[in-house]
């Protein structure tokens, strides 16, 4: 977060961001009604279960809404810049 960022959606915000922090959790669940099962951790997963792999955390547009990976803001901010 040490650089600046720029909405790839409304190009406008450079300055009204929400970080979304994602913190997963594996979950078994009883298929006939949904409850949690099991709350599992990573080295308890089986080989179908797959580990998440996503963005620890995303960056919300305070203006607009739109929700991106942090690279789509940077991007945004350095393409704007190189144009002046």
Known sequence: MASPYLCPNCKSNRMRFNIVEQVPRSVR???????VVAELSPDQLDPFHQPYTGESYLVQCGVCGVMERE????KMAQHVQYQR
């Not at 669940?29 to 409850?35: A, F």
């Not at 690279?71 to 940077?74: G, K, L, R």
């Open 29 to 35: 669940l009883d298929p006939q009604n949904g409850n």
């Open 71 to 74: 690279e789509s803001f940077i």
